[in-house]
């Protein structure tokens, strides 16, 4: 490893993050700093965070600097990044990198991908969702079809269908991953059209949470666990957790070796988990499916029927 | 030097000394007003006349001095406080709001009748009474938009009497009024006196200062160059006084036979701002050596007629030929390079640009034309020869080429747009108010080399209100009215009485 | 500027960080090293250009603040082609994807001067609608025909254009810095702005509308034609830009998130302000962007050093231009009297006329 | 579309619309009243958000949503004041000092956002208020009189924004100081204090905005207001400095989002037709005043600082 990296055993593995949103968003940009943290009880590791770096070309420029200052691991925690990234990567060969959600690793031996099976989750919170809707009618909103989230909302989708398909799922896209107001709006239009369970992704949902709140209508979260957005309308989350594609990546460094791959969380691998908000009264029954959903995609028998 | 008894002394300015950036605008001047007397004050553009006034109205603050009312030393630090203290001052630019009523304006500035909802009912009625007794015809309900200056004028005399000034000042009331009006507002200011108000008149007319004053107070340069009135004194003694040496009033107008037609205008058509005729059937034909003359009261369409012909109003009907080419759908541009120029009514407004420097404003209308203009390159050089020449013969007074314009004096800013129009030999020359609010030094400068020009067989079409001006340089003169010609007079049968009925629309 | 850096320094403390250190880590991040010299650069290069434009439409009268929607537009033209023709040669390829953003840029621009001109719409109200639709624009061209090809076989369906032909990267400037082609591109540009406004009949004729319309008119210009001429420069300026925040960048391609500033990095209104510290003199503009470009890099060095969030330069940049243009004012009044007592000097007060106030009031509302 | 055109769906899209146009029209109401007395403000949207956060803040701490109101007020109006001196003694260029205003409110709203909070941390917002008798109306009542307190206020404000300028003394300085301040000075109205107010004012009301948008959404986060200020001044032209225009400009911007939102929703529009409908309202805008030329009404003295005897 030392000729490689230029670091000896005992020197702390140096990894820099860059993250499209807040650390502190409770979503996509927190589950990766919470990862880190936990990685730090691990491994001997010192961390370096540039955070709210939604201008992809600042992300590039955070990017080749981490690595300019030879930083063993730098993190592109945003699938927007990877264009940037396949650019850069080659002039840093001793660099590890890695960037996600994607499947996509440009050949190149020193790029890392994760991403997650995210309809997994997606699935069980969608199973619920049917049981608990007493509308019939459950609404979702989305910033933009990409990725991870397009997968958690087709998962969702699926797996209200599993339950009841006569159930109408109202899909909105707002086309932002930030724009809070217009999510709140979104979440109040599959109100007003009928819907008593909500979800969403991503960083402005905090919007449709309020409004959720309000109205005393349910919610599923993703990402990372939503709880303190909602104590009394948050059923549960999906909760990405590195921890899984980290340790991967830090082996592979201990070792010396560079062997980008896709690393892929899911629920049979650790990657992937579910958080259940404690003070929510949730249905014995329905929680006792749920996690049957679960233990059926654990081991296979169950599949969302999403790729 | 006139006695004065201290005791009905209403103003007593002494001593006033007022300063500006590289300028002694007022330097030790005494000046003071009786109860029921019309007190002038006269003198060239930059003589300090306005300076002194906007102290006295508390704009500006005397850098040394003391001034009195009725005995009593005051200082006036805002108009409010001038206005308390029973001062008006009608500018020698209307202060009025276009978008507020005649009654509004009025109201403006005084304790609100009611706290929240605004009323105007007592406003109006008090309107109308002042208009009976003062006989200032204004509609309170008219917005100030719609009037004529001379409108606007009563509006802002209507003001001051409103606010039951004891003393008014008016800074050059005239400069934009009818022979007619001015009789009129004359009779208004004499009745305001017989009330034992005290009046300040600022005018270049000095026929106006003849006429109406009790007293004058010449300045020059900031100083008192004379005190006397007109019992003592004539017109031509009053110019020396004011420009410090012998002028000549009437301009010389030597023989010059006119040739062929420059400028045609057929059954001319056109509409006013409020899309309304303001030029109508209107027939007209200058010729090379000739000096045509507009008169008429402002507001008969002068304006909307020179707009057309310089192509920045479009014509509704009608045709009009400069040097034989049909201009009414020509832009500005292409009617210039006919060999057309114009001196705009507003100077400051039309003429030049402030923020510019002279050399800028002296290119303004050939800067892309060689040899200014060098493949859309200008030409520095042919800039700096060119107008210095311009500068020098045309004796514009101005610390360098580079000085921006809008820190000329009125005359010299005058002189630069006279100097541009006619540097590129113009054969036809639209000229508005050329001399309005330009001191007779500067006015007779003005006269002579619009003279020349005619001599050298420039068409020349001179719109204008001043009677004096249109007589002395014209040699037919078009009397406008309500956008009509009511008459053409040749320049020996003209007279400021046969032009004044015209004017007034009375056709003979 | 020094008000704001203490102002800054205080709040620092409040927040309880070592101004001194959190400035150091400032200062060092802009312009310490070639490295990050060179980064400021690359930073302030689009707010140049923008910066420049500006000037030009500053100076006719017209406020521009449609530079947002005009670098968009600028960047969608030049890809387009790039993406119609991405076997041209480079020494033609590149030139040409400049033609192509700068007039992308001057027709999205120039819209808004025909509006103002020929539909008398006010430009800050079409300014800001025009820059609506350019990211509506953006968004649908990225989710739909421009999508990489890539992305939708993965299904990953990332909004950005494929990596784009390396023949319209930006050459990268000898000296082992990021530094590319678009720096020099942006400062000729620059000087090309001054040229135009103070060396052309064209640009005394757009001051000229920009001072005073009615003199003008009766000059026998045009100013609507100028006024539209004013947004289109403005515009094509902005353009460019959008073209070296495509070819320039690390990515090489077009790529957003939807947000309204995650491709131009707010450069549309950065570049006003850069426009402003340079006293909307092109010229000025040149070190005025670098310092604010600089500024921005260093936030993010500040940020990493004291824990302070970058934020806090934004805010600080906001109170600069606050009391830039304060203080601005006051120099301006200060220089006139100054220009006044000169001229007396020169010429004896006798035989000169200091500026009648009259005639200034005389000035068209 | 079948599934748009039922009643409910309608009548929530209305409402929806009312709701969205509020930040809208009290920004731009307090924007109409500056820019009546000659001064622009593009700095709005700075203020908005400082607006937002103060309320969003005050209420996350003290649980009060009316103490909430009333700091989104204070901190608009303590705004004005900085515009006031700043455009108004040191005589700054008003356009571009406005964007000042509106980088220091970007930054320092987050600054603050991130330093004192940090995680989104929702708040109990403004709920709805029905009006007795008037809630109860069918139809009508649903859309017009379920809406939170502010809706309220602001749409009360255009009728008493009108009669203040049109109506009263303090009216009739505020279109004189806009139109000719010369001559409102040498009467003895006092320009700049005159301006003052209405700086004043009409900032309190760009906070108040911003706080009905934090408030109405029971949380804030960086860069809340995403261009509602902008559209705001905007709104102002195209009302043509009219309380009533301004409020037909907003509720074409509040009814054609909520428009939007509803057909995503019920999925009769799709991925990028999606952004198409997106540009509906700013397309829309620019039309309208193109069909219906509005040069008049624009205050003579806009932008321009008064400064006596020149
Ligand atoms: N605000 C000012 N700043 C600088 N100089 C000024 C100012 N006001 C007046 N002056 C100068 O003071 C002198 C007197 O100006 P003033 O306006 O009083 O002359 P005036 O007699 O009214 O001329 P006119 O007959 O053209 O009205 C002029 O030289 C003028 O340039
Ligand atoms: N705004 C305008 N108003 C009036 N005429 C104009 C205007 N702009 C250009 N022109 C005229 O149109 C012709 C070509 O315009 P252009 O701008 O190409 O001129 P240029 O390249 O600046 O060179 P020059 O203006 O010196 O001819 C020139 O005669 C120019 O004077
Ligand atoms: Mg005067
Ligand atoms: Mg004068």
Request: hydrophobic share 45%; charged share 15%.
């Amino acid at each position: 490893a030392e000729e490689e990296t230029g670091r000896s055993a005992d020197d702390p593995i140096r990894i820099a993050m860059v993250g499209p949103s807040a650390s502190n968003d409770l979503a996509f940009t927190q589950s990766m700093v919470d990862s880190l943290n936990r990685l730090g009880q691990e491994y001997n590791i010192e961390v370096d965070i540039t955070d709210g770096t939604f201008v992809i070309e600042d992300a590039a420029v955070a990017i080749r600097g981490y690595a300019e200052d030879g930083f063993d691991i730098v993190l592109a925690h945003g699938s927007q990044f990877g264009g940037s990234l396949s650019e850069i990567a080659p002039d840093y060969p001793d660099t590890y990198f890695a960037w996600g959600t994607s499947r996509d690793t440009f050949g190149l031996s020193n790029v890392y991908s994760y991403s997650v099976k995210s309809d997994q989750g997606g699935y069980i919170n969608g199973a619920m969702a049917a049981h608990l809707t007493e509308s019939g009618t459950i609404g979702v909103v989305g910033p933009i079809e990409v990725g991870d989230i397009k997968a958690y909302i087709d998962g969702f989708v699926a797996g209200v269908a599993s339950v009841d398909s006569s159930i109408t799922v109202n899909v909105n896209y707002i086309d932002s991953f930030s724009d809070v107001a217009l999510a709140a709006e979104a979440a109040q239009a599959h109100i007003e059209a009928g819907a008593d369970v909500l979800t969403g992704v991503s960083q402005m949902t905090v919007g449709a949470t309020g409004v959720a709140r309000e109205h005393g209508v349910l919610w599923f979260g993703s990402q990372s666990d939503q709880t303190p957005l909602g104590e009394e309308i948050v059923v549960a989350s999906q909760i990405y957790n590195w921890d899984y594609q980290l340790g991967q990546i830090v082996e592979d460094l201990l070792a010396g070796e560079q062997n980008g791959r896709v690393i892929t969380a899911d629920f049979s691998n650790g990657g992937l988990t579910m958080a259940y908000n404690p003070n929510f009264a949730l249905d014995a029954d329905v929680r006792e499916a749920a996690d049957a959903v679960q233990a059926g995609i654990t081991d296979g028998s169950i599949s969302t029927g999403i790729e | 030097m006139a006695p004065t008894t201290a005791g009905d002394l209403l103003l007593e300015m002494e001593g006033i000394t007022k300063r500006f950036p590289g300028v002694v605008a007022n330097e030790a001047v005494d000046f003071d007003v009786r109860r029921g007397e019309v007190h002038t004050l006269l003198g060239e553009n930059g003589a300090g006349k306005s300076t002194l006034m906007k102290i006295l109205y508390g704009l500006y603050h005397a850098d040394e001095g003391e001034v009195r009312l009725s005995g009593k030393p005051v200082t006036i630090n805002s108009p409010s406080d001038a206005i308390d203290r029973g001062i008006g001052m009608i500018h020698q630019h209307f202060m009025l709001v276009p978008t507020l009523t005649v009654a509004e304006n009025v109201a403006l500035g005084l304790p609100p009748i009611r706290r929240i909802r605004q009323d105007l009912g007592p406003v109006r009625e008090r309107i109308s009474e002042l208009s009976d007794a003062y006989g200032l015809q204004v509609d309170p309900d008219a917005y100030i938009w719609q009037l004529a200056v001379g409108e606007r004028q009563r509006v802002e005399i209507m003001k001051a009497i409103y606010r039951d000034v004891s003393l008014l000042i008016l800074d050059e009331p005239t400069s934009v009024l009818t022979p007619a009006e001015v009789d009129d507002l004359f009779v208004t200011l004499r009745q305001m006196t017989d009330g034992g108000r005290g009046l300040v008149f600022i005018s270049h007319k000095l026929h106006e200062v003849m006429a109406l004053s009790d007293r004058i107070t010449v300045l020059r340069g900031g100083r008192v160059t004379g005190r006397t009135m007109p019992s003592e004194t004539s017109r031509e003694q009053l110019a020396h006084m004011m420009v410090g040496r012998e002028v000549q009033l009437a301009p010389t107008r030597l023989e010059s036979k006119a040739a062929e037609a420059r400028l045609k205008v057929k059954d001319l058509n056109v509409l006013g701002d409020r899309g309304t005729p303001a030029v109508t059937d209107f027939d007209l034909e200058v010729r090379s050596g000739e000096v045509v003359g507009i008169a008429g009261v402002s507001g008969n369409g002068q304006r909307e007629l020179a707009e057309a012909l310089a192509g920045l109003r479009p014509v509704v009907s009608g045709e009009v030929v400069m040097n034989g080419v049909e201009t009414t759908d020509r832009t500005p541009k292409e009617i210039r390079r006919l060999g057309v120029s114009y001196i705009p009514e507003e100077r400051m407004r039309d003429g030049a640009i402030g923020e510019f420097s002279v050399a800028e404003n002296l290119i303004l209308t050939d800067h892309d034309r060689p040899p200014i203009s060098r493949r859309g390159l200008l030409d520095f050089k042919q800039i700096e020869d060119g107008c210095s020449d311009l500068v020098r013969r045309f004796t514009v007074k101005t610390p360098t080429l580079d000085t921006p314009t809008a820190n000329l004096s009125g005359g010299n800013i005058q002189k630069l747009v006279i100097a541009r129009e006619l540097s590129g030999e113009p054969e036809l020359l639209i000229a508005s108010q050329p001399t309005r609010g330009v001191d007779i030094g500067a006015a007779e400068y003005i006269h002579t080399v619009l003279m020349d020009q005619r001599a050298g067989g420039t068409a020349i079409l001179l719109i204008s209100e001043d009677l004096d001006e249109v007589i002395g340089l014209s040699d037919r003169i078009a009397v406008m009215f309500e956008g009509r010609i009511m008459g053409t007079l040749d320049q020996e049968e003209a007279t400021v009485q046969r032009l004044g009925l015209l004017m007034a629309g009375v056709s003979e | 500027m020094l008000a704001a850096a203490l102002i800054g320094a205080v709040m620092l403390l409040i927040l309880g960080a070592n101004p001194l250190t959190g400035y150091a880590a400032l200062v060092d991040g802009a312009f310490g090293g070639t490295k990050n010299l060179a980064n400021s650069a690359l930073k302030a290069m689009p707010l140049l250009l923008v910066g420049a434009g500006i000037t030009v439409a500053f100076r006719t009268g017209v406020i521009n603040i449609g530079g947002e929607g005009q670098i968009i537009v600028g960047a969608i033209f030049s890809t387009l082609l790039v993406l119609a023709v991405p076997d041209v040669p480079r020494f033609l390829l590149v030139p040409l994807a400049f033609l192509f953003g700068a007039l992308g840029g001057a027709v999205w621009g120039g819209m808004a001067g025909a509006l103002k001109s020929y539909a008398g719409v006010n430009e800050i109200l079409s300014t800001i609608m025009l820059n609506i639709i350019a990211v509506q624009i953006l968004n649908l061209l990225l989710r739909g025909p421009l999508m990489d090809p890539g992305e939708i076989e993965r299904g990953s369906r990332i909004p950005h254009t494929e990596r784009l032909s390396g023949n319209a990267d930006l050459p990268i400037l000898p000296g082992g810095t990021r530094l590319h082609l678009g720096v020099v591109v942006a400062v000729l540009m620059a000087v090309a702005c001054y040229v135009l406004l103070f060396r052309t009949t064209q640009g005394l004729r757009l001051r000229a509308s920009g001072h005073n319309p009615f003199a003008s008119l009766y000059a026998g210009m045009s100013v609507k034609r100028n006024v539209v001429l004013a947004f289109m420069y403005s515009g094509a300026m902005c353009g460019m830009a959008g073209v070296t925040l495509v070819f320039g960048s690390e990515g090489h391609r077009l790529a957003t998130d939807g947000g309204a500033t995650t491709f131009t990095g707010a450069a549309g209104f950065n570049g006003i302000v850069a426009a402003l510290f340079g006293g909307l003199h092109p010229l000025w503009t040149i070190p005025a962007s670098f310092l604010f470009g600089a500024l921005l890099v260093g936030a993010n060095a500040m940020q990493r050093a004291v824990q302070v969030p970058a934020a806090l330069i934004l805010a600080l940049n906001g109170l600069v231009v606050v009391f830039v243009v304060g203080s601005m004012q006051a120099r301006a009044r200060l220089g006139r009297t100054a220009a006044r007592l000169r001229a007396e000097a020169r010429e004896s007060p006798a035989d000169t006329e200091a500026p009648d106030p009259d005639a200034a009031a005389e000035a068209p509302p | 579309m079948s599934d748009f055109f039922t009643v409910s769906v309608l009548l929530a899209t209305l409402a929806a619309g009312i709701r969205l146009a509020t930040p809208f029209l009290l920004a731009a109401l307090g924007e109409t009243l500056g820019q009546r007395s000659g001064v622009l403000n593009l700095g709005v949207e700075g203020v908005m958000l400082l607006g937002a956060y103060g309320a969003y803040y005050a209420t996350l701490r003290t649980e009060s949503v009316l103490l909430g109101i009333v700091i989104g007020l204070a901190v608009g109006g303590a705004m004005g004041i900085v515009y006031g001196v700043v455009t108004l003694a040191l005589k700054a260029e008003q356009g571009i000092s406005g964007i000042g205003i509106f980088i220091f409110g970007l930054g320092l709203s987050d600054l603050l956002f991130q330093k004192q909070v940090g995680t989104p941390t929702p708040i109990d917002g403004l709920g709805d208020l029905a009006i007795p008798v008037l809630g109860d109306l069918p139809w009508v009542g649903e859309v017009l009189f379920h809406q939170n307190v502010l809706v309220y206020v602001a749409f009360l404000l255009v009728p008493a924004m009108w009669y203040l300028i049109n109506r009263t003394p303090f009216g009739m300085n505020v279109r004189a100081v806009g139109e000719t301040p010369e001559a409102a000075d040498s009467l003895g109205v006092s320009v700049n204090r005159t301006r003052y107010i209405t700086i004043f004012v009409g900032n309190a009301l760009a906070g108040l905005a911003g706080a009905s948008l934090a408030l109405e959404l029971g949380i804030f986060q960086q860069n809340l207001t995403n261009g509602h200020g902008f559209i705001a001044v905007a709104l102002v032209y195209f009302g043509a400095w009219r309380p009533v225009g301004v409020m037909a400009g907003s509720m074409v911007f509040g009814l054609v989002s909520a428009m939007v939102l509803q057909w995503k929703t019920l999925g009769i529009v799709v991925g990028t037709t999606a952004s198409i409908v997106g540009m509906f309202p700013a397309v829309l805008t620019i039309l309208v005043l193109v069909l219906v030329s509005r040069r008049t009404g624009s205050p003579s003295a806009l932008t321009r600082p008064f400064e006596r005897g020149h």
